[in-house]
């Protein structure tokens, strides 16, 4: 049986620093505007549907090729 990874994004800032990004730049790939993200860097829940595409996006399931045609 394979093992679940948790969606765990409580530190969201620090990946997107590590990646040398913007707030505007990082969440801007997952339609999210800078506002909004900056609530999610300050501890507000990401809801579990962006929770989601993070995690596909981070673990290279989903390119950032996908999320611009997404976002088209």
């Keep these: 049986m394979a093992r679940k990874q948790k969606l765990d994004f409580s530190d969201i800032a620090t990946t997107r620093k ?3 990004l913007s707030q505007v730049d990082f969440w801007a790939r997952y339609g999210v ?11 507000r829940t990401i809801p579990k549907p962006l929770a989601i ?8 399931k989903v390119t950032d090729k996908d999320l611009a045609e997404a976002l088209k």
Excluded at 33 to 43: D, F, L
């Design 33 to 43: 505007t800078q506002s909004t993200s900056s609530r999610y860097e300050t501890g």
């Design 53 to 60: 595409l993070l995690w596909l996006h981070q673990s290279g």
């Design 18 to 20: 590590k990646a040398n």
